[in-house]
């Protein structure tokens, strides 16, 4: 059974930083991608950040250069830095877990879902 826990959401100011933590349990093999989606208020989830199975990387063009998405697999942790943020990265960011993804970044890719942590940022 896969099972995914955010951490580290919070209120920052902007150009502030903050790191999402996310605990990853379940996942046997290496044929899952991890990622992080955010969903703001009257908007769809969008995804922002992919570690693949076959260890690429994929990020939104939105966050290219101010996000980076790592793993730390002695501590089954999926991690997202953020930097230099925006009122616009103001969401819920949730972790999503799934196995053989073919377009990275999709929603309806990955089976898997963390509860979320609230990212706001302001102005």
């Known amino acids: 059974q896969v099972h995914l826990a955010e951490s580290g959401g919070g209120s920052v100011q902007v150009g502030e930083s903050l790191r999402l933590s996310c605990l990853v349990t379940?996942?046997?093999?290496?044929?899952?991608?991890l990622a992080w989606f955010r969903q703001a208020p009257g908007k769809e989830r969008e995804g922002v950040a992919s570690i693949n199975f076959d260890r690429s990387l994929s990020y939104a063009e939105s966050v290219k250069g101010r996000f980076t998405i790592s793993k730390d697999n002695a501590k089954n942790t999926l991690y997202l830095q953020m930097s230099s943020l925006k009122p616009e990265d103001t969401a819920m960011y949730y972790c999503?877990?799934?196995?053989?993804?073919?377009?990275?970044?999709?929603?309806?890719?990955?089976?898997?879902w963390g509860q979320g942590t609230q990212v706001t940022v302001s102005s």
């Open positions: 999503a877990a799934g196995r053989y993804i073919a377009d990275h970044l999709a929603r309806g890719e990955y089976n898997y």
């Open positions: 379940g996942v046997t093999d290496s044929s899952y991608s």
